[in-house]
T-cell receptor
C-alpha cells in the first residue's frame, strides 16, 4: 500500500489567496483526520471524518477553514482567504474501525507558507 | 478535556540511554502511544502500550506506564543518530481519535 498521500508537499501563497490541500487515505480506512502542526501549538486536530461524514469540526480555527470528503478515497482542506498565521504543516491521517490498537497512519504533510 | 504534557527538548550522546516523559489526563484511555517524527516527514507509530500493562519492551525501546500518576515514559537504549527526531506521546480518546502531546525533540550528539 502507498500509505496516506498528500498534495502538494509544499505550498507558498500570498495572503488572501485560496489554498486547497488534498489527501488520499489508505484504502479500506474509514476514519480520516486533518491536523495542523506549529511550533507554538504543537499538533492540533482540526476535523475528522468517519465513512466520509464529518464527525467533529470543533478544532477548525474559523470559518475560513472548510473540509470535505466527497468519497472514501479523497478529502480536501480549504482555506479561503488565507492569512500569514495559517502558515503551518498540515497532516492528514487515516485509520480503520477495529484496526490494530487504533493506529493512525500519517501522510508526509503539506508545508504551507502564507506571505 | 484531554491534555497530554511533554517536555520539549533533550540532547543525548550517541550510545547513551535517553528517557522521554509524558503525562496524560484521560484515565479511560485504552492505549497509549509513542510516535516518532523524523525531519520533513509525518508521524509514524513507534510503539504502544495497552492500558492494563505496566511495561513493554521492544528491542531498544522500553515503555513504562504508571496509571496511578498518569505517567508514560519511553526509554531508548544505546541511542543512535537515527533516533534524532521529535517524539510524541498520545492517548486514545474514543472514536479512533488520539490526543497528542506537543512533542519532545531528541538530538543525538555523535
Amino acid at each position: 500500500d502507498a500509505g496516506v498521500i498528500q498534495s502538494p508537499r509544499h505550498e507558498v501563497t500570498e495572503m488572501g489567496q485560496e489554498v486547497t490541500l488534498r489527501c488520499k487515505p489508505i484504502s479500506g480506512h474509514d476514519y480520516l483526520f486533518w491536523y495542523r502542526q506549529t511550533m507554538m501549538r504543537g499538533l492540533e486536530l482540526l476535523i475528522y471524518f468517519n465513512n466520509n461524514v464529518p464527525i467533529d469540526d470543533s478544532g477548525m480555527p474559523e470559518d475560513r477553514f472548510s473540509a470535505k470528503m466527497p468519497n472514501a478515497s479523497f478529502s480536501t482542506l480549504k482555506i479561503q482567504p488565507s492569512e500569514p498565521r495559517d502558515s503551518a504543516v498540515y497532516f492528514c491521517a487515516s485509520s480503520r474501525t477495529g484496526g490494530s490498537y487504533n493506529e493512525q497512519f500519517f501522510g508526509p504533510g503539506t508545508r504551507l507558507t502564507v506571505l | 478535556g484531554e491534555d497530554v504534557e511533554q517536555s520539549l527538548f533533550l540532547s543525548v550522546r550517541e550510545g547513551d540511554s535517553s528517557v522521554i516523559n509524558c503525562t496524560y489526563t484521560d484515565s479511560s484511555s485504552t492505549y497509549l502511544y509513542w510516535y516518532k517524527q523524523e525531519p520533513g516527514a509525518g508521524l509514524q507509530l513507534l510503539t504502544y502500550i495497552f492500558s492494563n500493562m505496566d511495561m513493554k519492551q521492544d528491542q531498544r525501546l522500553t515503555v513504562l506506564l504508571n496509571k496511578k500518576d498518569k505517567h508514560l515514559s519511553l526509554r531508548i537504549a544505546d541511542t543512535q543518530t537515527g533516533d534524532s527526531a521529535i517524539y510524541f506521546c498520545a492517548e486514545s480518546i474514543g472514536n479512533n481519535r488520539l490526543a497528542f502531546g506537543k512533542g519532545n525533540q531528541v538530538v543525538v550528539i555523535p
